[in-house]
């Protein structure tokens, strides 16, 4: 599937499937510099935007509409888009001190979210043949994970000044939430895998990331990020196609989710 975005100095289409979290980061990010229109785009060879055949990616035809530049793996997409919109370092840490923590824990989402999803979700949640071995390993890896989590916005780890919250990279709400907290807020929040309880995730074990997923899905661009183009799961929350900010406003929720 392919989103054609039309902002004000560039126009940008972004490639991803109805069934997958990451295009939940490029749009998150975008919501705040006036969330597009969208358009039908023409469709190209998908191989020709990501060689590897994964989603999500995206051209942007900024510069050259001939010849767009084109993005492809989640994380490369929000820092492009970063980099291209965020002049006034909203999302990403001037100090280069937290700069490069906020990196730190982007790449920790690059490298972690794939056990996540690919090992622990697969084989708990998907896998037509439950292979103990498999689950157990992953499970002790997903669990290992949030107690990374857990000791960093708590304040316990040690050898960083960011740790302690109230976000990852401490008071700044910035790309690395945006990284992270579509695997794993909803996954404490109990919105992945059906595995809240097998995990034993609760306050007990896990309160600070979950009030740090708490405090991340409060956010407006979050809750809409999340409906846009949603086809599954409650159909109050789903909004299969946004052509403007009022189509939000013909959801009855939408009044329940700005609060």
Not at 39 to 66: G, H, Q, R, W
Not at 131 to 152: G, N, P, S
Not at 195 to 219: C, H, M, N, Q
């Amino acid at each position: 599937l392919s989103l054609s975005l039309s902002l004000s100095l560039s126009l940008l289409s972004l490639y991803f499937s109805l069934f997958c979290s990451s295009p939940f980061l490029p749009l998150t990010l975008l919501r705040p510099f006036n969330y597009p229109t969208i358009l039908n785009p023409p469709l190209c060879s998908f191989v020709e935007v990501n060689p590897n055949s994964k989603i999500p990616a995206m051209l942007d035809y900024t510069d050259d509409e001939k010849n767009p530049t084109r993005v492809f793996e989640s994380a490369s997409i929000v820092l492009y888009l970063c980099e291209k919109l965020d002049k006034k370092g909203l999302f990403m840490p001037k100090d280069p001190k937290l700069k490069t923590e906020c990196m730190n824990w982007i790449m920790w989402s690059i490298g972690s979210a794939p056990y996540l999803g690919g090992g622990f979700g697969h084989f708990y949640n998907y896998a037509p043949i439950k292979i103990k071995y498999a689950i157990d390993r992953f499970t002790m890896e997903a669990k290992r994970q949030l107690d990374v989590l857990e000791k960093h916005l708590s304040g316990e780890e040690k050898g960083s000044s960011s740790a302690g919250g109230p976000y990852i990279c401490g008071d700044q709400y910035t790309i690395a939430d945006i990284m992270i907290w579509p695997w794993y807020g909803n996954l404490v929040m109990g919105r992945l895998y059906n595995a809240k309880d097998f995990l034993g995730i609760s306050k007990d074990t896990y309160p600070s990331v979950i009030e740090w997923a708490e405090r991340v899905w409060a956010r407006q661009q979050v809750k809409r990020g999340r409906m846009v183009n949603r086809v599954w799961g409650d159909e109050e929350w789903q909004l299969p196609e946004r052509h403007d900010a009022s189509d939000f406003e013909a959801k009855p929720i939408w009044k329940d989710a700005q609060k």
